[in-house]
C-alpha cells in the first residue's frame, strides 16, 4: 500500500512510520552502524507540526491542554500543588529559600499513582534533614512530551519559563521522581544555559542510606517486576553501572535488557494515549507483566 511521504519522493519516510515512533531508543542502541534514529525522527515531526501543522488529530487536545494550563491533562494549575495538602512541604518563595528543588512534575502533581509517590519521596526528604522545597503552582511542565512530538516553539516558550523561575530561587540541585523530567532537565534544558544539577530519586535515596540520613525500609511484600533500560532515544543508560537503592531492600527483582523485547513509550506517546492516540507500545509492556504474574511493576528509566 502506498503510504503518503513527507517530501512526496520515494527516499523520504511515510508520515505514519514517523508518528508510530516511541522515541524509545531501542534502534539507536542496537544500530550496528550507530545510526541516530530518534532525533532525526523528531526533526521530522517539528517540520510537520511547525511547518505544515500536519499531525494525528488526537495531539490537537494534547497540545492545547499544554500551551494553556502546562500540563497535558488540561487540569488547572491552580491544582497542581494540590497533592501537598495536610503535608509538610515548603514552597519557594522571597522568603523560603532551600539546597534542593523538588521538581514535582505533571505525572508527580496531577496521576493518583504517581502522586503516591511525590508523598513517599517528601516524607523522605523531611526525615532527611536535607534543605528542600517545590515550586508550587510557578511550577510548568518540563515540555518533554512538546519537544518529542514536534513542538518545538511551545517547548521552548516552557523551559526558558521554568529556568528563569528556577534562577529567581538561587536554585542549582533538582531532584525529579520522572524519568522524563529528568532527561529534559538535565539534557535539554542545557541549550537554554540551564547548569543545574539533576538528581533522580533513586540516586538520591540511595546517597540518603549510605550516608545513614534514612533507615532501611522493610522488604516489599509483593512479588516486584523490576524493569531497568534507556529512556529518551539512549540518551540516559543504566544498567549495573551504579548501586541502587533497592540493593538495600532484600526484594526479587528481575532485570530487563534491550533483547527482552518488552520496551516503554516515550511520556509524549503516554500522553498521547491519554488523549485517544491508539498505541500498542504501553499495552505490550502491561500484557507482558500481567502473563508473568508479577504483583507490582518497579520502574527505573533513565
Avoid at 502546562?70 to 497542581?80: E, H, K, Q, V, Y
Avoid at 503535608?87 to 505525572?107: I, R, W
Avoid at 543504566?238 to 526479587?252: D, K
Wanted: charged fraction near 25%; glycine fraction near 4%; include cysteine.
Amino acid at each position: 500500500m502506498t503510504q503518503k511521504l513527507i517530501n512526496g519522493s520515494d527516499e523520504s519516510v511515510s508520515t505514519e512510520a514517523i508518528w508510530d515512533c516511541t522515541t524509545c531508543g531501542a534502534c539507536m542502541q542496537v544500530c550496528p552502524v550507530f545510526i541516530e534514529h530518534a532525533p532525526k525522527i523528531v526533526q521530522m515531526r517539528q517540520h510537520l507540526v511547525m511547518e505544515k501543522a500536519e499531525f494525528p488529530e488526537e495531539l490537537i487536545l494534547l497540545f492545547e491542554n499544554s500551551e494553556q494550563r502546562s500540563n497535558p491533562w488540561g487540569i488547572a494549575p491552580t491544582d497542581r500543588i494540590k497533592w501537598a495538602v495536610d503535608l509538610e512541604v515548603p514552597v519557594l518563595s522571597d522568603e523560603v529559600k532551600a539546597d534542593y528543588l523538588f521538581y514535582v512534575g505533571c505525572a508527580g502533581a496531577f496521576d493518583s499513582r504517581a502522586r503516591k509517590v511525590t508523598v513517599a519521596m517528601t516524607e523522605i526528604l523531611n526525615a532527611s534533614g536535607l534543605s528542600w522545597g517545590v515550586l508550587g503552582t510557578d511550577e510548568l511542565c518540563c515540555g518533554d512530551s512538546l519537544r518529542r512530538l514536534g513542538n518545538e516553539y511551545v517547548f521552548e516558550e516552557m523551559a526558558k519559563k521554568n529556568i528563569e523561575v528556577i534562577k529567581k530561587h538561587g536554585i542549582k540541585k533538582i531532584i525529579t521522581i520522572c524519568p522524563h523530567c529528568y532527561t529534559t532537565l538535565k539534557n535539554d534544558y542545557q541549550q537554554f544555559d540551564a547548569d543545574f544539577e539533576v538528581l533522580h530519586h533513586t540516586d538520591l535515596i540511595n546517597d540518603l542510606i549510605k550516608q545513614g540520613k534514612i533507615n532501611r525500609t522493610q522488604p516489599l511484600a509483593v512479588k516486584p517486576y523490576f524493569m531497568i533500560h534507556v529512556i529518551l532515544a539512549g540518551i540516559m543508560i543504566f544498567m549495573n553501572s551504579r548501586e541502587m537503592f533497592l540493593n538495600h531492600v532484600p526484594v526479587e527483582m528481575r532485570r530487563l535488557r534491550w533483547n527482552a523485547a518488552v520496551r516503554t513509550a516515550s511520556a509524549a506517546v503516554q500522553a498521547a494515549v491519554a488523549c485517544g492516540w491508539k498505541s500498542l507500545g504501553i499495552r505490550r509492556f502491561i500484557w507482558s507483566a500481567q502473563k508473568k504474574r508479577f504483583d507490582c511493576i518497579l520502574k527505573r528509566l533513565r
